[in-house]
């Protein structure tokens, strides 16, 4: 498990992906969310602009996302979990 931090928010991250594309970094990961933690994580993630650290990797840039796609599109019921799956690509 791979921590990946996006503008303080912790997130435990699986099948984690480090890469070049175009001379800027590219990371993707897996990870899951709660329906108690729903909301928030789909808020940070509307925001499109990140502070990415990767402690393990030591990574640290700004960000948007390339890619996203989640399992569920209503976490809103009680015990529900989702995958989610994040592509970012470092800002220029």
């Keep these: 498990m791979t921590s990946v931090v996006l503008n ?6 699986s ?7 175009n001379g800027r970094r590219h990371i993707s ?16 993630l509307y925001k499109n602009d990140f502070d ?10 700004r960000a948007s996302i390339r890619n996203y796609s989640t399992s569920v599109t209503n976490l809103y019921e009680e015990n529900a979990v989702g995958d989610f799956y994040l592509e970012l690509t470092e800002k220029e």
């Design 29 to 44: 990961f897996q990870f899951q969310v709660e329906h108690k933690d729903y909301h928030d994580i789909t808020t940070l």
């Design 8 to 13: 303080d928010t912790t997130i435990p991250a």
């Design 15 to 21: 099948d984690f992906q480090q890469t070049t594309v």
């Design 52 to 61: 990415v650290k990767v402690p393990q990797k030591e990574l640290s840039f």
